[in-house]
């Protein structure tokens, strides 16, 4: 069964706007982590935010924040502010179990985001 | 930020060959990992390793071997490679005191033609 699930294949967005991309995950454990992750062009994929499933409040790392809603099983990533360097892959994983194991990640299929000038 | 590195960053090679495709931290993370994407989709493990002598298959089967006996170094390799192999292998570690993520290297194309 799909662990990760990014429903939005493509978005397009206006430079400087706000933009949400959307991951609902579905687990069984009660500890576990979510990840987001921008790949670009060249292939690399280069971490962005943490949210643990015990975290209160919602992450934040620069212009990007986690929407985390632990009832609906949402973790939506909040770009503010849109560059036109932000357009690439992203992806939305998940870690399952206690932090101490490996660090094994199920990822969702991604969301292509390109910004227009 | 990362110190990761993997080698080549494309190969194109003939089928039937035997290829490594390496993979070297300079961080000391304990954990490391093989993840297997295909263009435009997602990630899939398919070999990680808790540190020297131990390695596990992920959740992809996959045909290749990993090895772990430095604790920076961790190849994989394909015994006879196929055109069903081409893909993008990512390598990544992380280790336990600071295991709110991993950290990705820059991936290795390959194609077999």
């Known amino acids: 069964a799909q662990k990760i699930t990014q429903t939005q294949p493509g978005m397009f967005v206006q430079e400087k706007e706000a933009v949400t991309l959307d991951c609902t995950y579905d687990?069984?454990?009660?500890?576990?982590?979510l990840f987001w992750y921008k790949q670009p062009s060249s292939g690399e994929m280069i971490f962005l935010i943490y949210?643990?499933?015990?975290?209160?409040q919602n992450a934040t790392e620069g212009r990007y924040s986690l929407n985390f809603q632990k009832a609906r099983k949402s973790a939506n990533l909040v770009i503010s502010a849109s560059q036109l360097g932000d357009s690439a892959m992203y992806f939305c994983?998940?870690?399952?179990?206690?932090?101490?194991?490996?660090?094994?990640?199920?990822f969702g299929q991604g969301t292509r985001l390109t910004i227009n000038p | 930020e990362a110190d990761i590195y993997q080698t080549p960053r494309y190969l194109v090679i003939g089928t039937g060959k035997k290829i490594t495709l390496e993979c070297s931290q300079t961080?000391?993370?304990?954990?490391m990992y093989w993840y297997q994407q295909d263009p435009g989709m997602e990630l899939h493990l398919i070999h990680y390793?808790?540190?020297?002598?131990?390695?596990e298959k992920g959740d992809l089967s996959s045909e290749s071997t990993v090895s772990r006996i430095r604790t920076e170094h961790f190849p994989l390799t394909l015994e006879s490679a196929r055109p069903s192999h081409t893909s993008q292998y990512l390598c990544?570690?992380?280790?336990?005191?600071?295991?709110?993520?991993?950290?990705f290297g820059q991936g290795t194309r390959l194609t077999v033609v």
């Open positions: 990544a570690s992380s280790e336990f005191r600071r295991a709110r993520k991993a950290f």
């Open positions: 687990t069984s454990d009660q500890s576990y982590g």
């Open positions: 949210q643990g499933s015990y975290d209160e």
């Open positions: 994983a998940m870690r399952e179990g206690r932090i101490q194991g490996a660090q094994k990640l199920v």
């Open positions: 961080m000391g993370h304990d954990k």
């Open positions: 390793s808790y540190g020297v002598n131990s390695t």
